[in-house]
């Protein structure tokens, strides 16, 4: 990867109410800024059990996944969130097989689902950060609005289960 890459962790996975539109919020580990992600309710699902500890009775696709790689004798390395074009996040899964490293295209929900199983970590370019990163702290510029207004109205967050207030952006 020619970009530089920044450590995140997966800050909590949440819907907006009004629109059943589910997001996953990335983190930076060394600051304060946000990386907010759109994805499926069946990924956010993915992500957000995991997160919570639940172990289903039978594998999902993200656990068969992971347990064939384990099968084959092949490891995930990392998630790399690799670029951002006209809106839609591309992700890299970096798999190690026989001493040679493999990057595969993946959707980030994908890539994230299997981050959270594996406990591997979790990389975002510097490119996308710099595009579509938030900060809270940061002057009040359009992107940032948009998405203050975006947490201002979600309801409830998949990851502590627990309901907020409207208003609230824990």
Excluded: C
Aim: charge should be negative; avoid cysteine.
């Amino acid at each position: 990867m020619a970009d530089s890459l920044v450590e995140v962790v997966v800050e909590s996975v949440r819907v907006h109410m009004l629109s059943s539109q589910h997001v996953v919020l990335l983190k930076e580990t060394e600051r304060d800024r946000y990386l907010p992600i759109w994805i499926g309710p069946w990924e956010a699902n993915a992500i957000a059990t995991r997160l919570q500890g639940v172990t289903p009775e039978r594998p999902l696709t993200h656990d068969l996944f992971v347990a064939t790689l384990t099968a084959l004798g092949a490891k995930l390395r990392r998630v790399i969130i690799s670029s951002l074009a006209e809106e839609t996040y591309h992700a890299t899964l970096e798999v190690e097989l026989d001493g040679q490293t493999f990057e595969v295209d993946a959707r980030p929900s994908d890539s994230l689902a299997l981050a959270v199983r594996t406990g591997i970590r979790i990389f975002a370019s510097e490119a996308v950060l710099d595009k579509a990163g938030v900060e809270p702290d940061t002057h009040v510029d359009e992107k940032l609005e948009v998405f203050r207004e975006f947490v201002n109205s979600l309801d409830v967050d998949l990851e502590e289960g627990h309901r907020e207030g409207p208003g609230t952006t824990e």
